[in-house]
């Protein structure tokens, strides 16, 4: 089963996001958006898994809010990945970063402690929602928007991913709460 674990966003935050790149959806060719029900902060990508597993990330999910509690984030400016220039994926970052990062450095750890044979993230971590991924060269003929959106990060969920033609379907497994502040 293809599994992934992140951070759910607000609907609201997800309708504004959406919103934004209306004009965009509809002139934009070679570009694929993601649907606004699965716009997400991606912690960690676990790949296939198999459903044994699922109960041992259920258990690290369990401890992330006894150490983390939930904190105001805030979207940024839109990025792209390799660059804006020439993009495959095109984002709008979230701060704060450190303390994303903290809890995606936390779930690397116990994975590895569990020695869980789930490979260890290669790049650099980069707190991000992708909004579409582009085919071909990355042409795009719009300019990189500025979000003033703040929102509270309280809520981890571990997805399961189906690819299909029309696009991936996600279904939560699990989620977890963290306390407030």
Known sequence: MRTFIAIEIPQNIKEKIYEAFEKEREKEKGIKWVEKENLHITLKFL?????????????ILDEIPLKF??????????????D??????????????????????????????????????????????????IKGKGKFSFERKKFLENFKINKIALFKSDLMPEGPIYTLLKEVKLKDE
């Open 47 to 59: 790949g296939e898994i198999d459903e044994g597993k699922v109960k041992e990330i259920e258990k």
């Open 84 to 133: 804006f220039k020439n993009p495959r994926v095109l984002w709008i970052g979230v701060s704060p970063k450190e303390k994303i990062k903290e809890i995606f450095e936390f779930i690397e750890e116990r994975i590895e402690k569990e020695k869980m044979d789930i490979e260890k993230e290669g790049r650099e971590f980069h707190p991000h929602i992708t909004i579409a991924r």
């Open 69 to 82: 509690k939930s904190f105001e984030a805030k979207l940024e400016e839109m990025g792209g990945f390799p």
